[in-house]
């Protein structure tokens, strides 16, 4: 059993920065990509970036394009969201994953990971 653990989740002024990391346990090779969600209060859940475990494709939501940048270690079996330039609508609870989706727009769906972290909380003060 795949176990996804995520932290680095705080409070941050809009326009900071903020790191997330998740770290894998358990039989990382029964997955192919890893991604980030992400689900704010009265939302549904969702994309906000993924990555091909060998570290690429890369594939982000567009509205976090040019501000995110998602990265993996597979030596370490980490995976990491550098979040740059925060607004106000990033708040969310960001959830990390990991799966097998089939092809680059696979990754931006839900229903193609198979395994979850608990998620942590992403709060921005404006």
């Known amino acids: 059993q795949v176990h996804l653990v995520e932290s680095g989740g705080g409070l941050v002024q809009a326009g900071g920065s903020l790191s997330l990391s998740c770290a894998a346990s358990?039989?990382?090779?029964?997955?192919?990509?890893m991604g980030w969600f992400r689900q704010a209060p009265g939302k549904e859940r969702e994309f906000v970036a993924a990555?091909?475990?060998?570290?690429?494709?890369?594939y982000y939501k567009g509205s976090v394009k040019g501000r995110f940048t998602i990265s993996v270690d597979n030596a370490k079996n980490m995976v990491y969201l550098l979040m740059n330039s925060l607004k106000s609508e990033d708040a969310a609870v960001y959830y990390c994953a990991a799966g097998s989706p089939p092809g680059l727009r696979g990754l931006g769906h839900s229903y193609n990971y198979n395994y979850w972290g608990q998620g942590t909380q992403v709060t921005v003060s404006s």
């Open positions: 358990g039989p990382t090779f029964s997955f192919a990509a």
């Open positions: 990555i091909g475990w060998s570290g690429s494709p890369k």
